[in-house]
């Protein structure tokens, strides 16, 4: 076992090496804007629905109007978003959190 | 052979199945990680499938299925809200509190700042929004009871909402996280299967033509187009700007609400790694999205085949709209016999939703009484495994009792608000301070502490003198009136209250600790030092 103040100092370390700011910049810079966006959106809809009525109630393809193709669209774009996150995930973020616990593991034990 | 014998039948092999179950694990609650996590020992598609079981409860079975019968397409934005509400939890929450977090919300909290405080406040607004959840669901089952069993007078709905509650209290202290998991899982199946088979039959009754599915819908409803657009509920013209800021106000509670549930937060801890949390929640939103865009077929197959009007006299809020339904297109298909069979399970179903809600409320605010509260505050940790996992027991047997009381007290009364009102806390009380504490390097213990005391006291006053309490015709108090705030949801002004709460007791106070942010940057981050599953 290891004090507290020497796991502390261990996680500062971390906390500045390149490699963990890195990481930390690839997780934000696509969550951030990406909840930001979905926000907006979904808020657009909110909006829509309660003062554009009569844009909401244009048909479309027979009794399909434009609310319900706004709202299966909050969806896909849910379901996009959700995917695309685990893509990223996957891709970005993973190998150099999965790195950095590795080094950390062995630095604290 | 009828269809409320049947429903019972049905019902009653559900309750002895999931029984078993909770038997089972019970075998293996020897840890407090068994007893609040399910010994982290879930994969991420059974934790995604347990989401949607704790998630679809009957206010968004049946509630929204009635709103889109009645109100047609304004059901529709519940939905969304509720579903867009997981990119918040995924994105931002799900996978940086398993791996910061161990048994409760306030873990991640306490982690980084004065343990004390912080697990009182998180463990009065956890149980604040698990109860007034489950009274809801608890009055609700009372309600269900009588539409579906022909149950009506107030003993016998008395004795449902006793047995509902006994059977939640069965499921948590003896199954603890793992029984409960697995009822939810049961349950999610379930739920699934039957809105999928009538959504399959509505479709097939209209040759799979959504259009002309829609166009009966209308015509049905008596409010033609009207019905296939916002606003026949939510922000009528009759209600003006208050209607519609009210919609937003209701809007922003459902999106933001979802990531503060702490029924919801704990299921993040039963898988063993953050990986597997992420899994779990895109499991959940497939889940839970599919699931939505069944009940808009089952809202308007109903306003279609059942008629607004039947739906309406078989109970004002539109809540028998599903079964109503089953019976119809039942019928449809196969005759009397098709109509009693889908009806009863269909009910049975119903019955199954409310029963796997009230234990992953009872669960989580048992857990967060025993390991925040009795744990940490009052034995300032000095507690042993084997009396904070008793102490969880006893206490979902109290809150479970509690809830029964106030079941039984509530009943008849109009508690639909609880549930909104419980989405508002979440989201004003306790996302602020999580997100603060997962990102915020500067936030501390008296930020916390304001975050979740005023998004929580903010949501509850705002509430107390709004229209759903006094002063209205669908009021809790109808001959009452000391309403002064315009909005039903508090949302618009408790959520910006609580971020601004949390900033402002921040900045005010100086306490600051670096070396401690750095590790939970780093742990949440990269999953260091991250509670492990259990072995047996």
Not at chain 2, 286 to 300: A, E, M, N, P, R
Not at chain 2, 309 to 331: F, S, V
Not at chain 2, 454 to 472: D, K, N, Q, T
Not at chain 2, 495 to 500: C, K, S, V, Y
């Amino acid at each position: 076992m290891t004090t507290r103040e020497h796991d502390a100092s261990v996680y500062e370390e971390v906390q500045e090496s390149s490699e963990f700011q890195d990481l930390k910049r690839r997780f934000r810079r696509w969550t951030f804007p990406m909840t930001v966006a979905f926000l907006v959106w979904y808020l657009l809809y909110v909006v829509l629905s309660g003062w554009a009525r009569d844009f909401m109630g244009i048909k479309l393809v027979g009794n399909l109007n434009v609310a319900l193709l706004f709202g299966l669209l909050q969806f896909v774009s849910t379901f996009w978003i959700a995917w695309a996150y685990a893509r990223h995930a996957e891709k970005k973020l993973d190998p150099i959190a999965d790195k950095l616990r590795h080094e950390v593991e062995e630095k604290t034990q | 052979m009828n269809s409320e014998l049947l429903a019972t039948v049905l019902f009653l092999a559900f309750v002895a199945l999931t029984l078993v179950i909770t038997f089972r694990a019970s075998r293996q609650n020897k840890t407090a990680a068994d007893f609040y996590a399910g010994g982290r020992s879930f994969s991420g598609a059974q934790n995604g499938l347990a989401i949607g079981g704790d998630y679809m409860s009957a206010a968004s079975f049946l509630g929204i299925a009635g709103i889109i019968a009645l109100s047609g397409y304004d059901g529709f934005l519940y939905s969304i809200g509720f579903l867009v509400a997981w990119l918040v939890a995924l994105l931002l929450v799900a996978e940086l509190m398993r791996n910061s977090g161990k048994f409760t919300m306030a873990d991640v909290l306490a982690f980084r700042m004065s343990p004390r405080p912080v697990r009182t406040a998180a463990g009065v607004s956890t149980i604040t929004v698990s109860i007034f959840y489950l009274l809801a669901q608890m009055v609700g089952a009372g309600a269900l009871v009588g539409l579906l069993l022909g149950v009506t007078s107030p003993a016998g709905k008395a004795w449902t909402i006793v047995g509902v509650g006994a059977l939640m209290i069965v499921y948590v202290v003896f199954g603890g996280m793992k029984g409960t998991t697995w009822v939810q899982i049961v349950k999610a199946v379930l739920l699934m299967g039957g809105a999928a088979l009538i959504t399959v039959l509505v479709l097939a009754h209209y040759g799979f033509n959504l259009s002309s599915l829609l166009g009966e819908a209308a015509s049905q409803s008596g409010k033609g187009d009207n019905f296939l657009i916002p606003g026949l509920k939510y922000g009528t013209e009759a209600q003006g700007l208050a209607g519609k800021i009210d919609l937003i106000s209701l809007g922003l509670a459902l999106v933001l609400g979802t990531a503060g549930l702490p029924h919801i937060l704990i299921r993040f801890y039963t898988v063993p790694t953050a990986k597997d949390a992420r899994k779990s929640v895109l499991w959940g939103i497939g889940i839970i999205g599919t699931f939505y865009l069944l009940t808009l077929v089952l809202g308007f197959g109903a306003a279609a085949l059942v008629g607004s009007k039947a739906i309406a006299a078989a109970d004002a809020a539109g809540n028998t709209a599903a079964p109503l339904l089953a019976k119809a297109i039942g019928e449809t298909f196969l005759g009397d016999v098709g109509g009693t069979i889908l009806l009863a399970l269909i009910g049975a179903v119903a019955f199954a939703t409310i029963l796997a809600v009230v234990a992953g409320l009872t669960l989580a605010s048992s857990s967060s009484f025993a390991h925040d509260l009795y744990a940490h505050v009052f034995k300032r940790g000095t507690a042993t495994e084997r009396e904070e996992v008793l102490v969880a027991r006893v206490s979902a047997f109290v809150i479970g009792a509690v809830s029964i009381g106030l079941g039984i007290l509530a009943q008849g009364q109009n508690v639909a608000f609880l549930v909104a009102l419980a989405f508002a806390v979440a989201a004003s009380g306790n996302l602020p301070a999580i997100l603060y504490s997962l990102f915020w390097k500067r936030f501390n213990t008296a930020g916390a502490v304001s975050a979740i005391y005023g998004g929580l006291v903010s949501a509850l006053v705002l509430v107390i003198f709004s229209p759903v309490v006094s002063g209205g015709p669908t009021s809790l108090f109808k001959t009452a009136d000391f309403a002064w705030f315009p909005l039903s949801n508090p949302g618009i002004i408790s959520i910006p209250l609580g971020f601004l709460c949390g900033w402002l007791g921040t900045v005010l106070s100086k306490e600051y600790n670096a070396a401690k942010y750095a590790e939970i940057e780093v742990r949440s981050l990269t999953g260091v030092g991250a509670e492990q599953a259990t072995k047996h």
